[in-house]
């Protein structure tokens, strides 16, 4: 399976996403193409390598659109924009980590989740590792996360920061900006490894939260469709190959 797509520009991923309209599945079908968004700057979940696109959520939308029998066209948007730009038409499914909520789902329609994961709290050696510890402490979150909605009840904090990336925010931890980054575990468990001589631990889980695709809502034979080449790559063992390509361990959700 290709882990890495091409494309001619970085930029004329984030640009294009104008004049595109989602469709249902008689439509995506006909064509051939699915649209799919998403980030670009969530590793190891998506993120860029220059100008191609790649990681674990990528690898599982070109594994269900190869069961579906379709080829991927591609839109990147910051993490903020995608839900507006679903409901704005601008392309058919996005896959960028989205937790499921009870107010996202105002919004848009989840399929079945790709993974399984939970906020982790990360900080330097001597920092607050338990939640318990958080009271009085600046925190770091990426803005419109679930991470950024459960530190701001952590009760006790000093103050939650936003930033429009979670690399931001872990560069805020570093640079001794907040005291402890409250992100998804496994991209805690990423940020350990690659930043051990920094001297980082991961804490005290704060929630868990099952992740999914979005799309626009009422697109149920779209939906449908979705979770039909989900359902199809868990069972073949596509889905756990993935996760273990990206993660030394199966990610998804045991119900």
Same mark, same amino acid.
């Given at each position: 399976?290709?882990?890495i ?5 970085a ?10 309209q989602a469709?249902d599945?008689a439509a995506?079908?006909?064509?051939g193409t ?13 993120y860029?390598?220059?100008?191609r696109?790649?990681g ?12 579906l029998?379709l ?8 993490f903020d ?6 409901r704005?038409?601008r392309f ?8 499921y909520t009870e ?6 329609d989840?399929t079945?989740?790709h993974?399984?994961?939970?906020g982790?709290i990360?900080? $330097?050696?001597?920092?607050?590792l $338990?939640?318990?510890e958080?009271?009085? $402490?600046t925190?770091g979150v990426q803005l ?7 530190a701001?009840?952590?009760?006790g904090? %000093?103050?939650v920061?936003?930033?429009? $990336?979670?690399?931001?925010a872990?560069q805020?931890l ?7 980054w409250?992100?998804d575990?496994f991209?805690?468990k990423?940020?350990?490894? %690659?930043?051990?001589a920094?001297?980082?631990k991961g804490?005290?889980?704060v929630?868990v939260?099952?992740?999914s695709m979005i ?9 449908e469709?979705l979770n039909?080449?989900l359902?199809a790559i868990k ?5 756990k190959?993935?996760s273990?390509?990206?993660?030394q361990e199966d990610?998804?959700?045991t119900?």
């Amino acid at each position: 399976m290709r882990a890495i797509h091409t494309f001619a520009l970085a930029l004329g991923l984030v640009c294009a996403a104008t004049g595109v309209q989602a469709r249902d599945w008689a439509a995506v079908k006909q064509s051939g193409t699915l649209i799919a968004a998403s980030e670009g700057a969530y590793p190891p979940f998506n993120y860029f390598q220059g100008s191609r696109l790649t990681g674990y959520e990528i690898d599982v939308m070109e594994a269900v659109a190869k069961k579906l029998g379709l080829k991927l066209e591609w839109r990147a948007l910051a993490f903020d924009a995608l839900i507006a730009s679903i409901r704005q038409d601008r392309f058919d499914v996005a896959i960028a980590s989205h937790g499921y909520t009870e107010e996202r789902a105002k919004s848009v329609d989840f399929t079945t989740p790709h993974y399984c994961s939970g906020g982790q709290i990360v900080a $330097k050696a001597g920092g607050p590792l $338990k939640a318990t510890e958080l009271t009085g $402490k600046t925190l770091g979150v990426q803005l419109a996360t679930t991470y950024a909605e459960a530190a701001k009840k952590v009760s006790g904090a %000093k103050e939650v920061k936003t930033y429009p $990336k979670d690399t931001d925010a872990l560069q805020a931890l570093l640079g001794g900006r907040v005291d402890a980054w409250i992100t998804d575990r496994f991209v805690a468990k990423n940020a350990l490894a %690659k930043n051990s001589a920094e001297g980082i631990k991961g804490g005290d889980m704060v929630f868990v939260e099952r992740v999914s695709m979005i799309h626009r809502k009422g697109n149920n034979e779209l939906h449908e469709q979705l979770n039909k080449g989900l359902a199809a790559i868990k069972a073949d063992g596509t889905l756990k190959a993935i996760s273990e390509k990206y993660f030394q361990e199966d990610i998804s959700c045991t119900n």
